[in-house]
């Protein structure tokens, strides 16, 4: 069934990996195949954060297949390799798993889709996030591992999204995990709870236009959506309002830019959500229990209405 | 009473007490014979004494856990139970089957007060989806917000949200009242069968689809409405009901209800008139 979660700080910043940890944690009875990380950090603006894998986390409950820790550090190779080549400069480098790596480089062109056109060319190697703030981190197990994991508990920043993951269309691996990346938008990053029924005819269309998917998860069908929406000029709201009647299911996401906050929810209002709205916080998730993580006082929440769309900024 | 290991699938349900007859038909079984009232009686009730007060504090317990107390304290014949730190806690304050004053300090997560028969509830916050599922008796009060599927399915009772409710309230509904002191969201009424929801404020797309009876009121604007559902003539007893009920509901005590909207079922089904009478006796 999955569960969803988000906040977003306006005017301040605040330590929103453990926020969204407390969140998730809340929301872990929906799911704990895996948890997925969006976290918009406070950075100097000045590079780009590519969180990227080399491979899978083949752990326990994992459906996908062993391979070699030195493949790894082959394929790594070559992502350092294909870097150097299109100018950009690694300035900070941690590899946190084997498999899992967190690069801050230098890259001053603007456009980002030659740029992972080329990173992900190279097999078994998929780019989590890119961004200037945005880093998606996600892995198998539930949001307390995945936190401790990553050592997502200190970092501070504006606005965060996260989701619990119980596997139903596809694979329990890292590739169908949530949040996924707006690809090739810098800074967008989605989480979905639902189902989407013309994933397919969607998928077909959007391929066509050069679109790229990395899984067969239904939900990444919205970031792709979205993405290809504001790559021809439409708004992130206009985009999310298009897509209450080209998605077909039923679906609550949200979706996350810079420096904004969205939700969406289905025309049947089929999946939850409860909102916490103030002056400096909104905070929403699946199940009130996942706001009351953060705010255990006693709050005004609702559920937004059927076809209803929201973003706020920072 | 009766080996139901020797007798057969036909008189089965008989030896268990379900019907006095043999009956050859759905529409023609008598499932409750009032005369046999006293006889009937539900496991895990108690009597209470509602001058008999006391606190809990669940904020560190599991929903199991501040159930069995709740049940605890009812067997000692505490009759007003005054709940604190609920924080959103699901499934909270179930299968309550006797009379009790019920009060939470906070809001509920999903199915509270699910499967009730009799307790005043009263929640000074917010409740999550289903709500009060399958009421029979009784009245709950919210004095804030409601999510989706509020009140589903139920039989009996008075069910009141002061503020907005999400989709799909009164889904199922075979009786009792709905009243909302705010908006509605889509398919409110969905498949209702019997009772009647009043809502204040707007509501949603597809109002009453696929209803079968029952009766909606509704006091603002309507998003659009369901198959089956159709406008019907607000009668001055319509009126007058409307006028106790939201008098005793302590909710738009002002409002003109003259204005109102009454959607009802636009088809009548075949033999549905009798369908379960004692059950229908019982909500009306």
């Known amino acids: 069934m999955c569960g969803i979660a988000g906040l977003i700080h306006r005017g301040k910043s605040s330590k929103v990996g453990h926020e969204l940890q407390g969140m998730l944690q809340a929301l872990k009875h929906r799911g704990e195949d895996s948890t997925g990380y969006a976290l918009y950090g406070d950075t100097d603006g000045k590079n780009f954060i590519m969180r990227f894998k080399v491979g899978e986390n083949v752990g326990e409950g994992s459906t996908s297949v062993s391979e070699d820790i030195s493949v790894y550090d082959e394929r790594k190779k070559m992502v350092d390799s294909y870097l150097a080549e299109m100018g950009a400069k690694i300035v900070k480098e941690e590899r946190t798993l084997p498999y899992s790596l967190r690069y801050e480089i230098q890259y001053d062109k603007k456009d980002l889709l030659e740029f992972s056109q080329k990173i992900e060319s190279i097999p078994g190697v998929e780019i989590l996030s890119m961004g200037k703030s945005l880093e998606v981190i996600k892995d198998l197990g539930n949001a307390k591992m995945v936190c401790d994991r990553y050592n997502l508990d200190k970092l501070v920043g504006t606005h965060a999204i996260g989701h619990a993951r119980m596997a139903t269309e596809s694979g329990v691996d890292i590739k169908s995990a949530h949040p996924f990346w707006g690809y090739p938008f810098s800074d967008v990053s989605v989480v979905h709870n639902g189902q989407l029924t013309n994933y397919w005819n969607n998928r077909r269309a959007l391929e066509n236009k050069g679109m790229r998917f990395m899984s067969e998860c239904d939900s990444e069908l919205i970031a792709v959506y979205l993405a290809e929406k504001m790559r021809d000029g439409a708004s992130l709201e206009e985009g999310m309002k298009e897509s209450l009647t080209g998605l077909d299911g039923v679906f609550t996401y949200f979706v996350a830019t810079k420096d904004s906050l969205g939700m969406a929810k289905d025309t049947m209002a089929a999946k939850p959500l409860v909102l916490y709205e103030s002056d400096d916080l909104v905070a929403m998730g699946s199940e009130e229990i996942a706001i009351r993580s953060i705010l255990p006082q006693e709050i005004d929440t609702y559920d937004p209405f059927d076809g209803e769309v929201k973003v706020w900024q920072i | ?284």
């Open chain 2, 1 to 284: 009473m009766a080996n139901l290991k020797n007798v057969t699938k036909k008189t089965k349900a008989q030896a268990m007490g379900m019907h006095t007859e043999v009956l050859t038909g759905r529409t023609q079984q008598k499932f409750f014979n009032p005369d046999e009232a006293e006889n009937f009686y539900y496991f895990g009730t108690y009597d209470v004494d509602f001058n008999k007060r006391t606190d809990l504090d669940i904020k560190d317990m599991t929903a199991a856990d501040a159930n069995k107390e709740i049940d605890n304290l009812m067997s000692q014949g505490y009759g007003t139970i005054v709940i604190k730190n609920p924080q959103g806690k699901h499934s909270i304050g179930v299968g309550i089957l006797n009379k009790l004053n019920l009060i939470f300090e906070g809001s509920l997560g999903y199915f509270g007060i699910g499967s009730c028969d009799g307790p005043t509830v009263r929640i000074n916050g917010r409740v999550g989806w289903s709500c009060a599922e399958n009421l029979m008796a009784g009245k709950v009060v919210i004095e804030k917000n409601a999510g989706s599927c509020f009140g589903a399915a139920i039989r009996g009772g008075d069910l009141i949200c002061k503020g907005s409710v999400g989709a799909r309230t009164g889904i199922d509904m075979k009786g009792g009242t709905i009243i909302i002191g705010g908006d509605a969201g889509a398919f409110t009424g969905f498949m209702m069968q019997r009772g009647r929801i009043i809502i204040l404020g707007d509501v949603g797309i597809n109002l009453g689809d696929s209803m079968y009876d029952g009766t909606i009121f509704v006091g603002g604007e309507i998003g659009s409405y369901g198959s089956d559902a159709v406008d019907a003539e607000l009668t001055k007893s319509d009126q007058d009901w409307l006028k106790r009920k939201l008098k005793v509901a302590e909710i738009g005590e002002n409002f003109n209800v003259s204005k109102m909207k009454k959607i009802v079922a636009g088809k009548k089904l075949w033999n549905y008139d009798n369908l379960e009478p004692t059950e229908k006796k019982g909500a009306i």
